[in-house]
């Protein structure tokens, strides 16, 4: 299962109306875990919805587990969604929905049961699952929604943003969870807009930005695209012109300005350039340099270095 | 003093709040309102009424023989009874989501954290439900009062029929008015629309029914003033200066419709809050 | 992880419904629309209690020109105007077009579609839990209200219960018919409740009073052909309806009720199983 693949799409587009969801994407997506990654409004939960059947394509055509997926109930026996929004029926306890989603994947009543206690363990929710869900937290529910996606130990996963709302402890937990998962054989396949958050889960990344795939492959690869990008650094020092005759000396640099009172200067090699700049404020007794940011260090400029690349 | 002493405070000086916020309110609900084609294809249908009657004091004025459509001040009356039926749709289509689809989107705190009163804020709401009820009552019955001297090249009729000038404009806002209170006062009372239009229906059905049964039981209308539209149509009867339909004394209708504007306002003033409080 | 080794195949559609029906019916008893049931069942016997109790008292609301109103005829009354005209269609609409769109504004349709079942069973199980959720209130307290009423005036049970047994039928067939006919149009419209009222507070009390054929498209018509008790004449529109009245035959009204609910179902069914779902967010 882990070299074939898990998920193909031919020219797949969706439109709502007017407004283009997904646009001609051709994408084929390997087995083991695989991160979505994009801004808001990239696209990212139409191509969750196709691919897990709750859409239908506009044009093109998507398979999963080398099955057709729209109007092919058969195919939930094998796969497990956890979808982004917060919507449960609220009046049942976290084990009595999870007991009566899986008796409609074919569970009898104790098996159902049985399943249920141990899919809420997994996510450390056994203290909590005679307890209305109405009454959970906003982590709670997350990870009660995480439960009955893999309560039945489906082939494949698919997670839209599943580490939304958790706490930072109940989101280490979750991602150990699912690299465990993914470690038994499993494919897993989850869609965030935090950089940081998928490379904590998988290095096997799509990027996605306006409805198009821009990217596909290994993180550490997008994350050297941020690094050999040129790339903006502001440097606040009480001896700005210093600094500047300091930093013009090495030829990484791009270019340099001036700008309300702080030194902006363009590097080709900011791994580099990070590493003298420490370096510098380190040796200055006199602790010049007070501030470093960098107005492009974020996900955001990847997308449009990528874009008008 | 002490943090833990500090509590917080009213501000002294009062609300500044330049302008009518409750204007902008009413308009961008109107305007949101105006963008469905359901509401619109809604109006359309409830100006078909007016069109006919249209029709029929163009021919009453035109053609002698068709005197036996006559136009009087009853017609007037029947016009608006009429129109109660499109009133309703309309209240439910767009009066149910008003209030209650602010507590789903948590705005209503959003509202409240600006610079508008709870009082501009329920004005607002109540402005977009009334205008756009006021638009297939009091605007197509005025309409056909200015059409009548037109088409019969006279003013003969209006000035024998001075009064109903005021009770076109009374009744309107009589029946506007009890039902957009009564529609938003649900609203309030739920996050779910759908909920609301159906507490709204069920109140205005239910008691109509119980009317009816106990009209069969006891072979006598006195107890019409357990359905709130039979109360609506029997004080608008008296506004029209016909006798009442229902033997329920008009006062007493009257009283219960005031009555219901005032329980409408009480839940407003206590469900529209800019804290959630969770029991 | 979950261990199952056990391969398993979906659930046939008469499972999947029958699984369906066990969640749907929680679901409806313990909705804030029970009140609503609690409601249009219990007004009717609240009602009945209270002319019972005028009528012990003696009081002569209930004499018209000095004699009494039979308990029969204010239960035929109360079948026609509360039972019939409100009741049954308005918990139809209310709980029919809830059966798909509450889902689908709830955003929890998403659980059910992605489960290996054919989509026609969940709106099919729901609408058999809507059915025995309403037959089970609406029926007793129809039997309540009768035993409450028939003594009046000295009307005997032993006499007229043939006609109670009419009436609880007439009734549950009309829940069903219209249960489904608004379980179509929950599935297949975006304001089902507004279509729904439009439906049966006006097209069916237009087309009834207007000569012709048009009432053959309305369940009313055929449903009031089975009532076993006079229309009450409370308004203009019944009486103009009543002048215009060509009743169909009772098998031939039921046949068409039947008809109208399988196709209804069927078409909801199948509007669920082909229709796409866009959530809001």
Known sequence: ?309 | MPIHRERYRRREDGLDVRGRAWVVIALQGLRALTRKRAFLYLMLVAWIPCVIRGVQIYVVANFPQASFLAVTGRTFRDFLDQQELFVFFITVYAGSGLIADDIRANALQLYLSRPITRTQYVAGKLATLMAALAFVTWVPATLLLILEPLFAGNSTFIRHNLYLIPAVAIFSLVEVAVGAFTMLALSSLSKSRWFVAVMYAGFAFFTQAIFGATRVATQSTAFSWIAAFSNLAQVGDVIFRLPPRYETPPIVSAMFLVALVVVSAAVLNRRIRAIEVVT | MSADSTPRRPLSFLTATLRIFDIAVGQLLWSRRTVFMALAAGGPVVLALVLRALDASGVSALRVNGARVGGPVMFGGMIWLLYLRFVVPVLGAFYGTALVSDEVDDRTITYLFTRPIARGSIVVGKYLAYLACTVLVVLPSVMAAYVLLTPIGGGSIAETFPLLLADLGLLALGLAVYGAVFALIGASVPRPLVVSLILVFGWEQLALVVPGYLRQFTVAYYLQSLVPHAMPHDETMTAIQSLFSEPPSAPSSIFSLCLILVVALGFAAHALQTREYVLEQ
């Open chain 1, 1 to 309: 299962m882990t070299e074939a693949a898990i998920v193909s799409t031919e020219h797949l587009s969706k439109w709502y109306g007017q407004v283009i969801g997904l646009n001609d994407v051709t994408l084929s997506v390997a087995g083991g875990v695989t991160g979505l990654l994009g801004p808001n409004g990239a696209g990212k939960s139409t191509l969750l919805k196709l691919i897990t059947g709750q859409l239908k394509p506009s044009k093109g055509a998507v398979r999963v587990l080398g099955e057709p997926v729209w109007g092919n109930p058969a195919i939930y026996l094998r796969m497990g969604v956890c979808p982004e929004q917060d919507a449960f029926y609220d009046r049942m306890t976290g084990l009595e929905w999870l007991a009566a989603l899986l008796r409609l994947q074919g569970y009898g009543e104790r098996e159902a049961v049985a399943a249920g206690v141990a899919a809420l363990e997994q996510v450390d929710l056994q203290e909590a699952a005679n307890k209305r869900i109405g009454a959970y937290s906003k982590g709670m529910r997350q990870r009660v929604k995480l439960a009955q996606s893999i309560a039945h130990s489906p082939d494949l996963l698919i997670l839209d943003e599943p580490l939304s709302g958790m706490d930072p402890l109940a989101r280490r937990k979750t991602i150990r969870l699912l690299r465990t998962w993914a470690a038994s054989g499993k494919n897993v396949i989850v869609s965030s807009h935090v950089l940081h958050e998928i490379e904590a889960l998988t290095s096997n990344i799509l990027l996605m930005h306006n409805g198009r795939v821009l990217a596909e492959g290994n993180v550490h690869q997008i994350r050297d695209l941020i690094d050999e990008h040129p790339h903006t650094v502001c440097i606040r020092s009480r001896h700005p012109r210093e600094l500047a005759r300091e930093l013009v000396a090495h030829d990484d640099l791009l270019s340099l300005r001036f700008e309300d009172g702080a030194v902006y200067v363009q590097t080709a090699r900011p791994d580099v350039f990070y590493a003298r700049l420490t370096g510098m404020a380190a040796a200055d007794p006199t602790g010049d340099i007070y501030e470093v940011t960098s107005p492009d260090d974020n996900l955001q400029a990847v997308f449009d270095y990528l874009v008008k690349s």
